[in-house]
């Protein structure tokens, strides 16, 4: 190792730039400030750092969904027994469950209202004039996937047209949750539970990136439900895992089978997955909800049945929302662009009204359906039409080319099955394309079952669509109670989260560095000289690599040492990219993404060392990255922070 150094610099430009480890000159070519004294992998199988010091009574998950949201819980000594919370007031005709819509409602001051059916509800019933100042917002977390840059302060745009801080809104409902699930348990106990007492679970979606993982972590904060100091009293669980958890422990009589009576894969149908999964099987978990689809594939090693995962988790925006989407453009091909967009904001309460209606209708498409769906347009859709227009609806469904969308009598729209099921086609079409290209990879090949999990797998189109893609792949089941598929595994990852033993790191993260410059194999404009030695600098220096298999509790190892003895924090850039044959961090592909903080306030006794070094420690196997840090001359442990989100 001892062509490398741990760079230590004392040129001008340290007192104006105190943040980065090592001030290069070559500074333009991105903050390479950083040589690594010694990269080493370490795995310790002891668990230790997943230990937990306290002892919670409860676990509690929140499944905080796209279009609908709810929890479930377990006490900690009966772990068996999951309760799946109070029935809500106000359901919807068609739609049976015992989730909540991800609605809420906030006063005109900005102050919380109501959630969930309430909210819908109270806020439909407000003077259409009044209904304007208020704030409601429903199916907002997906912006949470769809926004490259977020932040702290990514806004979110109510109903009525008005921007609120996201993270404000996601704090409201988790605590919202949060006193509807203390209420219930205190109930329960017939004794006051407190919040020390619960240990929480929020479940979103593997594929989501590193920044809205965390910005979800600080909403749960603001919520109460746990706190930086406290951080290891929420656990973020991913949704596909959760719903591989719970089909894992499935029974027979639990499950709904699709698929012929053939042999798939050396399995005939009599054999039971319920009878417990054979060692070594392979399985996919496709969750399909509201907002996204999750692919995760798994694998069971008994006789723990700890889980493996064994391919990078995939998947994308191709949740029933799309369905929504499809209806919308539908209704802008008929009645005009213009009117929609003018119609939503002058009436937010009564187009709320009118996806309600389409939704319950929704779940009534079926690929053997001959009868029309009959959808209730709104009076006062009807009575702004002719005000906008100056023509009746009736005039524009039979001017508008739509064959299958006819006008009844008692004010609906009449969509023949047909014109249903091409709503769903681009989104499903999606999802087995999707699936298509998994099942390429070759350690996808040998997989014997499917499990068609989320509120989407409920919609018998998609279920058919599947099982004509694959049904001579695998088995393709779907659990009983499939919209609390996650819900439930959420409570028995949070009872026992080392239960996933091995994962897959969905990017390539590291850091750049200097090295030993070496004539002919580094390119000329990476040379950097100083004090007569020649540097390269922006070399990558590799974390971990897309797709490569991380065992929970496997540290990555780095020593990095400040530039001044008196230098009391240093910030170190951490890239990534989606690909692993990077070298550089200038190269395409590769992105700033977040922040490695090491403050050594505190750390350094009477005597500090001329040369400290900081071995920090990191964790790509958990549902989100951790790190932790010692200063090797005190084996004090240095405050670390690792920061995707305020960089």
């Not at 619960?198 to 910005?215: L, S």
């Not at 400290?612 to 090797?632: N, P, S, W």
Request: aromatic share 10%; net charge neutral; charged share 25%.
């Amino acid at each position: 190792m001892a062509d490398k150094e741990a760079g230590g610099s004392d040129s001008g430009s340290r007192e104006t730039a105190p943040t980065s480890a090592y001030s290069s000159p070559a500074r333009s070519l991105g903050d390479t400030g950083i040589t690594p004294l010694s990269p080493s992998h370490i795995v310790n199988d002891t668990d230790s750092s997943v230990s937990e010091q306290q002892v919670f009574l409860v676990v509690v998950a929140i499944d905080f969904g796209t279009t609908s949201s709810g929890y479930a819980y377990s006490f900690t000594k009966e772990p068996e027994c999951i309760h799946v919370m109070r029935r809500w007031e106000g359901g919807d005709p068609g739609v049976s469950n015992q989730k909540t819509p991800t609605t809420i409602l906030l006063t005109p001051e900005r102050k919380f209202h109501s959630f969930g059916y309430a909210a819908r509800d109270f806020y439909h019933d407000l003077d259409p004039n009044e209904a304007k100042q208020w704030l409601y917002l429903e199916k907002f977390k997906m912006k949470l996937h769809t926004t490259g840059d977020l932040t702290m302060d990514t806004d979110l745009t109510a109903a009525n047209g008005k921007k609120v801080k996201a993270l404000e809104i996601f704090a409201y409902a988790l605590q919202y949750f949060k006193e509807q699930a203390l209420k219930e348990l205190s109930d329960q106990a017939g004794s006051e539970f407190e919040n020390s007492d619960v240990r929480w679970v929020i479940t979103v979606p593997a594929i989501w990136k590193q920044p809205a993982k965390q910005f979800m972590r600080q909403a749960a904060y603001q919520a109460g439900l746990a706190s930086p100091e406290n951080s290891e009293q929420l656990i973020i669980a991913l949704e596909p895992e959760a719903a591989s958890i719970y089909c894992r422990k499935l029974r027979l009589h639990q499950m709904i089978e699709l698929s012929s009576k053939a042999t798939v894969n050396g399995y005939s149908a009599s054999d039971t997955v319920g009878a417990g999964f054979a060692q070594g099987d392979k399985y996919v978990v496709v969750d399909s909800g509201g907002g996204t689809v999750d692919l995760t594939v798994h694998q069971i090693r008994l006789p723990e049945g700890h889980l493996k995962e064994l391919y990078k988790a995939t998947g994308g925006p191709y949740g029933s929302l799309g369905v929504d989407y499809e209806f919308e453009k539908l209704l802008c091909k008929i009645f005009g662009e213009d009117f929609i967009e003018q119609f939503k904001i002058k009436r937010p309460a009564a187009w709320v009204d009118l996806m309600i209606a389409f939704e319950s209708r929704k779940r009534a498409a079926a690929p053997d359906r001959t009868n029309p769906l009959n959808i209730t347009l709104p009076f006062s859709f009807i009575d702004y039409y002719k005000k906008f227009r100056g023509h009746s609806v009736e005039h524009a469904l039979r001017k508008s080319n739509v064959d299958f969308v006819k006008w009844s009598s008692q004010g609906m729209l009449r969509m023949s099955p047909d014109a249903m099921n091409a709503l769903f086609k681009p989104t499903i079409d999606s999802i087995i394309e999707h699936l298509r290209d998994l099942f390429q990879k070759p350690e996808v090949s040998t997989v014997k079952f499917l499990f068609l999990v989320g509120g989407f797998a409920e919609a018998p189109l998609l279920q058919q669509a599947v099982q004509a893609a694959f049904g001579d792949k695998c088995r393709i089941i779907i659990p009983q109670d499939v919209g609390l598929t996650i819900l439930k595994g959420a409570v028995l990852f949070g009872l026992d989260p080392a239960v996933i033993k091995v994962r897959r790191s969905p990017l390539t993260y590291g850091v750049g560095v200097l090295n030993r410059y070496v004539e002919g194999k580094h390119p000329p404009e990476k040379l950097l000289v100083k004090d007569g030695t020649r540097w390269c600098t922006d070399v990558f220096d590799k974390f971990i690599s897309a797709d490569q298999s991380v065992a929970l509790g496997e540290l990555v190892k780095r020593s990095y040492t400040p530039a001044k003895p008196s230098q009391l924090v240093i910030v170190i850039n951490i890239y990534s990219a989606e690909h692993d044959s990077v070298s550089f961090i200038t190269d395409p592909g590769v992105k700033k993404c977040g922040t490695l903080r090491l403050d050594l306030t505190g750390t350094s006794g009477a005597a500090v060392p001329a040369r400290r070094e900081i071995q920090t420690l990191m964790q790509f196997g958990d549902t989100e990255i951790k790190a932790t840090a010692v200063d090797i001359a005190t084996s004090k442990s240095v405050k670390v922070g690792i920061d995707f989100l305020n960089y």
